[in-house]
């Protein structure tokens, strides 16, 4: 039987993992970032494929850096005959990558040669793609490069934002996945080389790419604060402090002047205007209060036509 060691940290990763135990695959040990603190209280958490290995009886494996020697040695001596990638977060050491007799390969959450990096489906949505999908594909020494062997296209709705995006991409690549992997145990599967000229990236998402820019068109920022639903969020200035802007709606409205005075108020929404446009925001955080919606901050005096986002 073939020997599967599975490498992945996010959700998006767990039903992938648990494809594989359910249709029988020998999947020896499971590779996942170590605990972390988490939220306000720092409670040290564990990583969603961790949660999934533990339900599904599997060892477990929490290496700090792959890098260091002893880590490496440790994944070397589990002698898979097959890595299987999902969102793992650590670049794996050409040594692993050389080790299984069937290669490593990874469930890529886009079209590449599209979007190569860690954010590729918070970019597609901020880009105001129709459509993405998945690639799985040989690993290489050079990020998200290698050969691919499947894909399947994931349309992108209108009201689809990151969260929504990373469940549907992980079912697609479950489903992906288990009708490529046995055309690669039998040696019969496609390679096909990326096209280099075609390659785009989407590195993970910085601060600045979070702040909202209302000289951009409202779709553009509309755009933007999906793509960063439900993480790490768009967020604007108000008053001198930051303001998370949880979800906006484009409008039909028009309306003149600067880019981020408000121009209206309705019962559930703030009417902001863009470089091109009225947008509506509809759920807000106030920096060190909770997330609400924009009809709960609306009922005390905080403010009104003429202020000024940032």
Avoid at 82 to 93: C, E, K, M, N, S
Avoid at 157 to 178: N, V, Y
Avoid at 240 to 264: D, P, R, Y
Avoid at 284 to 296: F, I, N, Y
Wanted: charged fraction near 25%; avoid cysteine; charge should be negative.
């Amino acid at each position: 039987m073939t020997k599967i060691v599975f490498m992945g940290t996010p959700a998006f990763s767990a039903p992938i993992l648990r494809m594989l135990v359910e249709e029988g695959y020998e999947v020896i040990s499971v590779v996942t970032q170590p605990d972390r603190p988490v939220g306000r209280k720092k409670i040290m958490t564990a990583t969603p494929v961790k949660e999934e290995a533990m339900r599904l009886g599997l060892p477990v494996y929490q290496p700090e850096k792959l890098k260091n020697p002893e880590e490496l040695q440790h994944v070397l001596d589990l002698e898979a005959d097959l890595i299987v990638t999902a969102a793992f977060g650590q670049i794996l050491p050409s040594e692993i990558l050389e080790a299984p007799k069937l290669g490593a390969i990874n469930v890529h959450a886009s079209l590449l040669p599209a979007y190569r990096g860690g954010a590729p489906i918070h970019q597609a949505i901020m880009d105001g793609q129709k459509e993405t999908g998945v690639t799985i594909m040989y690993m290489v020494d050079r990020l998200d490069a290698g050969d691919i062997i499947s894909q399947v296209v994931v349309p992108i709705e209108e009201r689809d934002h990151t969260g929504s995006m990373f469940d549907k991409l992980s079912i697609a690549g479950r489903d992906l996945l288990k009708r490529t992997l046995p055309p690669i145990i039998a040696g019969t599967n496609e390679r096909i080389p990326q096209d280099e000229q075609a390659v785009t990236y989407a590195r993970n998402i910085s601060r600045e790419q979070e702040r909202i820019d209302w000289s951009k068109p409202a779709a553009a920022i509309y755009n933007q604060v999906r793509g960063l639903h439900p993480w790490p969020v768009a967020y604007t200035t108000f008053n001198g402090a930051n303001m998370k802007i949880w979800w906006a709606e484009k409008t039909s409205s028009n309306a003149s002047g600067q880019a981020g005075k408000v121009v209206g108020l309705t019962e559930d929404s703030i009417l902001v205007q863009t470089g091109e446009g009225v947008l509506a925001i509809t759920e807000l955080q106030p920096a060190g209060k909770k997330r609400m919606t924009a009809k709960e901050y609306l009922k005390g005096p905080k403010i009104q036509a003429g202020d000024l986002f940032e």
